[in-house]
């Protein structure tokens, strides 16, 4: 029975030695308490790493460890000190972590933590290698294993991935400081599905996607190796049930069975008649925690009427206490709580109760159905589910939230007091709103955020997410256009060797060379020009090279072959054998090159300025002139203004173009080109050939311009789509490579 498997950098459980036993022990975290509950209910594996360095154990711990975490599903990864150090303290959090939260000031990045960083990718893929089957899903998940699922998809290119990143994605300004940027982009373009938060991360990755990689993207399809890779947003929910149900069990308990922080909190209320604020976060400098205590001082400073009446409780989470900009935080925020309790408190009164811990959850929720405003402002978050586990806690539709416009919740909860968090004024006064605020308005805020949260809980998030990657995996079987596998190759060599008389149309850019910014540039390697060469040895074949390129680029690196010829779309042609249909006249200037009839005049006079304006308009973009037509490049422009340049550049030639000239969209590139020229009219003439009879016809190409090829031939012709896109042929390869090692495959 299929299955699937959970990729994280750690486990839900942390590993404990008692004695000579391993015991385990549960996790805190959003991610971990989020997908607890989709893995113990469905038919999964989970692989990640079990919290104890191997450093420190023996074969028999291993072994122990191992056993017994498999036993409950869990798939552990081993990883030593050096490992963690490298990868998960340092490279993870010292480089990803900040750049990603826009603190590009805390951005670290060391080749030798990179090299762990891959590596350890690699390793928790071998993991998923080794235990996955046919017919399993693969979710992996967050910042540590971006580069996971490439390597996956490597070893086992049909299996189904989806990757969640669970922090912000940054803005390609931010993104493309980091060095090894391409590398990242390619590791996370293995996944079927790529989820986020909020629609904003989701745009940053596919502009990043754009300009970086320079790959299509339809809204949010990316077309990558002739895969479709489907990028969508999945905000995270959270076990809304638990904490209701926990909340109606806190509010219903007799005082006596109270937990001693609640008694503490009951007193306070009783004598001092005093609102609290909660804050609850990580100490970890994207929280603003800083930021929140000097807006509290702000407000105490500015409605001194409040003294006495309301606390600030503060629980900081330690957390990567080693590092550097932790320790600084920590000092900082223990000296701010201690300069305003020192300034503002008295006999009865302290303002801030900071704790700096982890709290049980039973504690957690006293703190939750306790306070009466909740203050959860990030500089920067990826979602952000203490703002929604509060919510669910108010079973009374009671209490305040004020939320960080940059936390990914905020789109989820507009009914929150959203603020600036960088605004401490703004903060100030939103603490006087909040406490202000009649028990009318909250009731009506937190009734719509409640329904929202309730709704679209954890469960609502996975099975959203799974739905989704399930639907990505059936498209490619939808698709009318076949995938060239094994049994087609199969196919199309056993019509190869059973043929006569073979005639191969065959694309340059983009179907026998790759793609470069610089046209001229993509010259072909010696590799490909042995092929060529091969394939033409054989009497019965006839090989066309069928391009947009000038006839100048072909006849350099072609003459020497016995090829038939074709530029610029079928303006020129040069014969194998030198013989010329009567279609053809001969090109006054060029002895072995003929021209074909086509407009003629001053049209190159009134349009070129035009194209000139729009280059000059749109750094990037070049125009190539050729014999008698005229293109118009934007591959190296921004691909959003390109493209938005490309559409109003169409709009502006179409009510001005003369008789006889058409304008033809290719790929990244506007060809002003004569009516009657295309490569299906010459690839239909050289098709019908008095004296041949093909009967067998391969024809290639990657773009737009090579769809009327596929249009012009026979039932019978094996056409082929480089990449996988609309198209009218009947197979597609993923890429230029995969038809290479198709035409080697011939011979």
Same mark, same amino acid.
């Given at each position: 029975m299929a299955k699937n498997i959970i990729v994280s950098n750690r486990l839900p459980v942390q590993a404990n030695k008692v004695g000579d036993e391993w015991s385990f022990t549960p996790t805190s975290g /959003?991610?971990?308490?989020?997908?607890? +509950?989709?893995?113990?209910? /469905?038919?999964s594996l989970w692989v990640g790493w079990p919290g104890v360095s191997s450093d420190i154990l023996d074969d028999n711990s291993k072994k122990q460890i191992h056993e017994n975490l498999e036993k409950i599903r869990y798939c552990p990864v081993s990883l030593d000190n050096n490992e963690l150090d490298h990868f998960y303290f340092g490279f993870s959090n010292k480089c990803l972590w900040p750049l990603f939260h826009y603190f590009i000031e805390f951005h670290q990045f060391d080749t030798q933590q990179w090299e762990y960083y891959v590596k350890v990718n690699q390793k928790f893929a071998d993991e998923v290698l080794r235990v996955i089957r046919d017919g399993d899903k693969v979710w992996v998940h967050d910042y540590q294993l971006l580069l996971c699922p490439q390597m996956i998809k490597d070893i086992m290119p049909d299996v189904t991935v989806g990757f969640f990143l669970h922090i912000p994605f940054p803005s390609f300004e931010i993104f493309r400081i980091f060095p090894e940027r391409e590398k990242l982009l390619n590791g996370l373009l293995g996944a079927d599905l790529i989820g986020f938060h909020t629609y904003d991360y989701e745009r940053h990755f596919l502009s990043s996607v754009k300009r970086i990689?320079? &790959?299509?993207?339809?809204?949010?399809? #990316? @077309?990558?190796? /002739?895969?479709?890779i489907t990028v969508n947003t999945f905000p995270m929910g959270i076990d809304y049930d638990k904490f209701e149900t926990s909340a109606y069990d806190n509010l219903k308990m007799e005082a006596s069975k109270s937990s001693e922080l609640k008694k503490q909190i009951n007193t306070h209320k009783l004598e001092n008649r005093g609102k609290l604020i909660l804050s609850i976060d990580r100490l970890d400098y994207t929280k603003g925690i800083l930021n929140r205590l000097l807006a509290f001082e702000h407000f105490l400073d500015s409605f001194p009427e409040y003294h006495d009446k309301v606390r600030l409780v503060m629980l900081a989470v330690p957390s990567r206490s080693e590092v550097v900009q932790y320790k600084n935080l920590k000092r900082q925020t223990d000296e701010v709580v201690g300069r305003i309790n020192g300034k503002f408190a008295s006999v009865n009164w302290t303002p801030v109760w900071y704790y700096y811990r982890s709290m049980e959850f039973e504690n957690l929720i006293d703190l939750y159905v306790s306070s009466d405003v909740a203050m959860i402002t990030p @500089?920067?978050? /990826?979602?952000? &589910?203490?703002?929604?586990? !509060?919510l669910a806690t108010r079973v009374n539709n009671d209490g305040v939230l004020i939320l960080s416009e940059l936390a990914g919740s905020s789109k989820e909860l507009p009914q929150a007091l959203l603020v600036n968090p960088f605004d401490i004024e703004q903060l100030s =006064? +939103? #603490?006087?709103?909040?406490l202000d605020m009649p028990l009318k308005e909250q009731i009506e805020r937190n009734t719509l955020l409640r329904k929202r949260i309730r709704r679209y809980d954890i469960n609502k998030w996975s099975s959203n997410f799974m739905k989704a990657l399930h639907d990505s995996s059936k498209k490619e079987f939808s698709s009318q256009v076949k995938l060239i596998d094994s049994t087609i190759i199969d196919k199309i060599s056993k019509a190869y060797s059973r043929s006569k008389n073979r005639i191969l149309f065959l694309d340059y850019d983009g179907t026998l060379v790759d793609f470069n910014e610089n046209p001229n540039k993509a010259t072909p390697p010696k590799e490909l020009l042995n092929l060529i060469k091969t @394939?033409? =040895?054989q009497e019965n074949n006839h090989v066309v090279i069928i391009s947009g390129r000038p006839y100048e680029f072909l006849e350099k690196y072609f003459s020497h072959i016995n090829v038939t010829l074709v530029a610029e779309h079928g303006l020129h042609m040069k014969y194998r054998q030198n013989k010329w249909d009567d279609l053809f006249v001969k090109h006054p200037l060029k002895n072995k090159w003929e021209e074909k009839k086509c407009i003629t005049g001053d049209w190159k006079e009134h349009l070129i300025p035009i194209l000139d304006t729009f280059t000059d308009n749109t750094p990037g973009t070049f125009i190539e002139q050729k014999t008698n037509s005229v293109a118009w490049h934007y591959r190296k422009a921004d691909p959003e203004l390109g493209t938005n340049r490309s559409v109003e550049l169409k709009t502006v030639l179409t009510s001005l173009l003369p008789n006889g000239l058409t304008l033809m969209d290719g790929n990244k590139v506007l060809e002003l080109v004569p009516t009657n020229i295309n490569k299906g009219v010459i690839a239909l003439e050289l @098709?019908?050939?008095?004296? =041949?009879? !093909?009967d067998f016809i391969l024809v290639a190409g990657d773009d737009v311009t090579d769809e009327n090829m596929f249009l012009n031939m026979p039932k019978k012709a094996f056409s082929i789509k480089i990449g996988k896109k609309k198209t009218g042929a009947k197979y597609f390869t993923r890429n230029y490579i995969q038809f290479l090692s198709l035409l080697n495959n011939l011979n």
């Open positions: /959003g991610l971990a308490t989020g997908m607890k +509950s989709f893995h113990k209910e /469905g038919d990689l320079n &790959l299509e993207v339809n809204f949010n399809i #990316i @077309l990558h190796n /002739g895969r479709e @500089l920067r978050d /990826g979602m952000n &589910l203490v703002a929604k586990e !509060y =006064k +939103s #603490i006087k709103t909040a @394939l033409t =040895k @098709l019908n050939e008095k004296e =041949k009879d !093909y």
